[in-house]
């Protein structure tokens, strides 16, 4: 039974910092790609960021470019982003999930579509 579990979400302002932290159990986490995605009311679900299985390589949306950093401790079996100069726009619900089958870190796989394994989501909610 694979589980996925987000956490760190909440309010802030505008110019304030986050940091998301996502478990996985139930696959050998070292061995998958993982992403963060979001979901703002009445949008479709979007990639905000993803890594590769051993985190060498990583992508970001160009929204979130210079802001956000995606890291991941293979040993805790933890996903982690960490959120700066937040804005208004970052407001959704974030989600963290995993690719079963390894698919590769780019801007078109960086996508919902491509992965199997989802948490239920944590609010970051930015105010102006």
């Known amino acids: 039974q694979v589980q996925v579990a987000e956490s760190g979400g909440g309010s802030v302002r505008s110019g304030g910092s986050l940091k998301l932290s996502c478990t996985a159990s139930g696959l050998t986490f070292a061995d998958v790609t993982m992403g963060w995605f979001r979901q703002a009311p009445g949008k479709e679900r979007e990639g905000v960021s993803c890594?590769?299985?051993?985190?060498?390589?990583?992508y970001y949306r160009d929204s979130v470019k210079g802001r956000f950093t995606i890291s991941r401790d293979n040993a805790k079996n933890t996903l982690y982003l960490e959120m700066n100069s937040l804005k208004p726009d970052d407001t959704a619900m974030y989600y963290c999930a995993a690719d079963y089958s390894s698919v590769g870190v780019t801007r078109t796989t960086c996508g919902p579509s491509f992965y199997n394994y989802w948490g239920q989501g944590t609010q970051v909610t930015v105010s102006s």
């Open positions: 890594i590769s299985a051993r985190g060498i390589t990583t």
